[in-house]
Nanobody, 124 residues
Framework: QVQLVESGGGSVQPGGSLTLSCTASGCPADDCVIGWFRQAPGKEREGISCISRRDGGFFYLDSVKERFSLSAYYDRNIVFLQMNGLKPEDTAVYYC?????????????????WGQGTQVTVSS
């Protein structure tokens, strides 16, 4: 059973940076995808990034490409989401999630284990 613990949210000014971490214990080597999602008030949850443990395949939502990047360190069971150039529209609760599959997917229905969520606020 995969267990997830998130940390790293907070408040920053536009243009600032934050790093979120997701500690994912119990993630199988051949059958695990870690995804990052966010949900802003009044909006649906959207998949912003994911990475496959099997082949390193990844996905970034167009609106975060060039600004966000994933790093996975499976020996420490941790995945980082580095967020640079933050904008007010990035304000949301951010979640990491785990899916028992080999291929990366941004669709939340494929994920069966979710972290507790962490608030990211971008405001001047």
């Amino acid at each position: 059973q995969v267990q997830l613990v998130e940390s790293g949210g907070g408040s920053v000014q536009p243009g600032g940076s934050l790093t979120l971490s997701c500690t994912a214990s119990g993630c199988p080597a051949d059958d695990c995808v870690i995804g990052w999602f966010r949900q802003a008030p009044g909006k649906e949850r959207e998949g912003i990034s994911c990475i496959s443990r099997r082949d390193g395949g990844f996905f970034y939502l167009d609106s975060v490409k060039e600004r966000f990047s994933l790093s996975a360190y499976y020996d420490r069971n941790i995945v980082f989401l580095q967020m640079n150039g933050l904008k007010p529209e990035d304000t949301a609760v951010y979640y990491c999630a785990a899916a028992s599959r080999a291929a990366c997917t941004p669709h939340s229905t494929n994920y069966d284990v979710w972290g507790q969520g962490t608030q990211v606020t971008v405001s001047s």
